[in-house]
């Protein structure tokens, strides 16, 4: 097993009027290089289980035991609790980035794409100089399928979907070894949600990054993900790879969430069942949307 971060019994209660266990006793390891998704309906813990890898927890959360560890690429280990201030803010940028759902509307209005993106090598790469940072710049956005000659738009001038992507870009500068993304695509439509989760499975194959992708979306989760993990009530009741979990799935819930998707149990499930990922099939469903559009 070669993992890359390894969660441990971790707990999170939120101190309200009535203490809620939204996280409880978890353990996931996430190997180099895989996609995790992680399934569950609204309110399950999905999105604490995410800030709390990150230590982005605000109060009244806590987390009340367990811990995260990360395996470094040279072969140390980090216990993100002894991480604080800038050590923490510069971990979570250089080793574990996030991308969440609202983030094309986190993008600053009045600053150009150029300078939102050079500003991450300002802070975190200061020994670049003004070229080099520019040239980084360029390719972190035509990695990410956006033409270099965009750093000089401003968001509002960017398509939701485009400016989606200028996130992934941002999370991706510093070439972190983990990527969390909650609910990254949920609201744009089918086809840019389609044309993201290639990318976004394309550039893993390329820089080798492991993903933990959140979603109540599992059909989703069950075409680009390695392993799934389904979540209720704050506990991981089930966790296999995604062709066991859809094939042959045994806990009741699990169950249960599969059957809450027609598509799943109709024709169209037909290509998870064979178990790959066929860009193809991708290609035809964003063909058939793309027909029903017009
Ligand atoms: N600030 C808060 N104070 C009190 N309880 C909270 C707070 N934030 C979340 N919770 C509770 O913690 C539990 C887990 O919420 P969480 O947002 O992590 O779930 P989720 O699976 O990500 O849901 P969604 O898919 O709707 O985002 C829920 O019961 C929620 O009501």
Sequence with gaps: MNSVLSIESLS?????????????????TLERGEILGLAG????????????????????ARITAGRVVFASREGYDIDLSSLAGDDLRAFRWDKIA????????????VLRISEQLEDVYITH?????KAERRSRCGELLERVGVDRDRLRAYPHELSGG??????????????????????????LDVVVQREILR????????LGFAVIFITHDLPLLLEISDRI????AGLIVELDDALTLYSKPKHPYTKRLLSSFPS????????????????????????AVEMEIQ
Excluded: W
């Excluded at 101190?15 to 353990?27: D, G, I, K, N, P």
């Excluded at 941002?170 to 609201?187: F, K, N, R, S």
């Excluded at 990318?199 to 390329?206: A, H, K």
């Design 12 to 28: 999170v209660d939120y101190l309200a009027e009535t203490t809620v266990h939204a996280v409880r006793e978890v353990s996931l």
């Design 41 to 60: 309906e609204s309110g399950c813990g999905k999105s604490t289980l995410a800030y709390a890898i990150t230590r982005l927890l605000k109060p009244p």
């Design 98 to 109: 996030m991308v969440f759902q609202g983030a094309m509307n986190s993008l600053n209005p």
């Design 125 to 129: 790469r200061p020994e670049l100089t």
């Design 162 to 187: 485009m400016r989606q992507r200028v996130m992934i870009a941002m999370a991706l500068a510093l070439e972190p070894q983990v990527l969390i993304m909650d609910e990254p695509t949920t609201a």
């Design 199 to 206: 990318e976004i499975t394309r550039l893993r194959s390329e």
């Design 229 to 232: 993990a389904v979540m209720r």
């Design 264 to 287: 799943l149990t109709g024709e169209r499930g037909g290509f998870v069942r064979t178990g790959e990922l066929s860009l193809d099939e991708t290609e035809q469903t964003v063909e």
